[in-house]
């Protein structure tokens, strides 16, 4: 089946760094991919969603300076949060899926998810 | 904009017993996806409808869709300690142009052997 890649799985920075977390599709061209994060025992909540060579479409209230998202190539995304603090301490996933933005359809297969502390 | 309801949030029973979780939309949907993720772990694709009404079946796993596409259900029949996780809904509005699955908030299952 479909196998997405998320690295790393834990990172415990200081406040006031950059961490960059990545998102792999290995076997399928990953047209679109989205960014979640998940608090403990809370739903996934969509940050946003990007498609490769585009901008990134951000979910209301969340900041696009704070949360860099590049889709540089059809099998990589990468998540960067800038200037980190200790609330952006969470559980960061990301998903991706062979749909076209106007697709529909197809499952989304999830990376194992990004443990951030931010100390 | 589109919302997903999900009920109930948690839910023990005892191994054997049935479970079911229901998943509502505030909005009409093109096709409802069914994830179950397993506690550490992440969200693991089950099984996805399309067609209103449709029921499909995985072994002890039973899904429905509504006749209105705007509803939902999971039903574990005589439930074993590995089916024990979060279950997540996820519906994509069947709007023009729309792609994004919008999640419920899942049904944590635990299982009392």
């Known amino acids: 089946g479909a196998v997405v890649s998320q690295h790393p799985s834990r990172v415990i920075c200081k406040s006031g760094t950059s961490v960059k977390i990545e998102c792999r599709s290995l076997d399928f061209q990953a047209t679109t991919m989205f960014w979640y994060r998940q608090f403990p025992k809370q739903s996934l909540m969509l940050m946003a969603t990007?498609?490769?060579?585009?901008?990134?479409?951000?979910e209301q209230g969340v900041e696009k300076d704070k949360f860099l998202i590049n889709h540089a190539s059809l099998t990589l995304s990468t998540l960067t949060v800038t200037s980190a603090h200790p609330e952006d301490s969470s559980f960061y996933i990301c998903?991706?899926?062979?749909?076209?933005?106007?697709?529909?359809?197809?499952?989304?297969?999830f990376g194992n998810g990004t443990r951030l502390t931010v100390t | 904009g589109q919302q997903v309801m999900q009920i109930p949030q948690y839910q023990h029973v005892q191994e054997g017993e049935d479970f079911t979780t229901y998943c509502n939309s505030s909005?009409?949907?093109?096709?409802i996806q069914w994830y179950k993720q397993r506690p550490g772990g992440h969200p693991v694709f089950l099984i996805q409808l399309v067609k209103s009404g449709e029921v499909k079946k995985q072994k002890r796993l039973t899904f429905q869709f509504g006749e209105a596409k705007k509803n939902s259900s999971l039903h574990i029949t005589a439930t074993q300690t590995t089916d024990v996780g979060t279950y997540f809904c996820a519906g994509r509005d069947s709007g023009a142009g729309s792609y994004q699955l919008t999640f419920g908030k899942g049904t944590k299952l635990s299982v009392i052997p």
């Open positions: 909005t009409t949907l093109s096709n």
């Open positions: 990007s498609n490769e060579g585009s901008k990134a479409t951000y």
């Open positions: 998903s991706a899926t062979g749909d076209a933005i106007l697709g529909g359809g197809s499952p989304l297969h």
